[in-house]
């Protein structure tokens, strides 16, 4: 079975400064790893994903995860956050050779303040 | 090119009745995916086809809910005699033929059961 926790549920800061949200993810099989966002009254956006090869990954809107296997996490930063990535942030895993199905951790809220 | 549309956007109904929501996948996508999001938590994966093909359900998906895609274009999830516990977002996702481990959301569908 797989689980994500993300254990901040709401992270507050001032814009332009730098952010990171956490991720860590338990799997007995190898996993893909993704970052989705969701705006009010919004389905998710995908913001990047790691599937494999260089454990750096680079997404939309600025933002970049860096994958860890020995830690099993997969962090999500970005330098200098604008107001408007005020949202929900969501990781997910979706176990190789399977439905491809998403499991999602319960997401960390992003709020920037002028 | 048109995105995951879903129908209706919002729902209320009393507890005991029947409703039916809607979704229309990216066209060509093969695979589309139900999950529910209850608020405050990630989305949770509900059932998945490929093509017409049920292949994989959650153990969440109780007798109550029903899921259909009959000609492998849009489907329709069903849940019979709703209870307030339903009451959550219901969002469908879909994923082109090769590319299974990029999945596209719609809007989801807001359902109130009072």
């Known amino acids: 079975a797989q689980s994500v926790t993300q254990l901040d549920s709401q992270v507050p800061v001032f814009e332009e400064a730098p952010v990171e949200l956490r991720c860590n993810y338990s799997?007995?099989?190898?996993?893909?790893l993704f970052w989705y966002v969701q705006y009010p009254n919004q389905g998710l956006q995908l913001l990047l994903k790691?599937?494999?090869?260089?454990?750096l990954v680079k997404g939309i809107n600025g933002f970049e995860a860096e994958f860890n296997k020995s830690q099993t996490s997969f962090h999500l930063r970005k330098p200098s956050v604008h107001i408007s990535d005020t949202a929900e942030y969501f990781c997910?895993?979706?176990?190789?050779?399977?439905?491809?199905?998403?499991?999602f951790g319960s997401g960390t809220r992003l709020l920037v303040r002028p | 090119d048109t995105g995951v549309s879903q129908d209706p956007r919002h729902k209320i109904t009393k507890r005991g009745q029947n409703v039916t929501f809607r979704c229309d996948p990216i066209?060509?996508?093969?695979?589309l995916y139900w999950y529910r999001q209850t608020l405050g938590q990630g989305p949770e994966f509900l059932t998945y086809?490929?093509?017409?093909?049920?292949?994989?359900k959650s153990r969440l998906l109780s007798d109550r809910f029903s899921a259909e895609r009959p000609k492998g274009s849009f489907s329709t999830l069903e849940i019979q005699r709703t209870e307030q516990g339903d009451s959550a977002m219901y969002l469908c996702?879909?994923?082109?033929?090769?590319?299974?481990?990029?999945?596209?959301f719609g809007p989801g569908t807001r359902l109130t059961v009072t």
């Open positions: 996702a879909s994923s082109a033929p090769g590319q299974r481990n990029e999945q596209y």
């Open positions: 799997s007995s099989v190898s996993v893909y």
């Open positions: 790691y599937l494999s090869g260089s454990t």
């Open positions: 997910a895993v979706s176990p190789l050779r399977s439905s491809y199905k998403l499991i």
């Open positions: 066209s060509e996508h093969n695979r």
């Open positions: 086809f490929q093509n017409e093909a049920q292949l994989e």
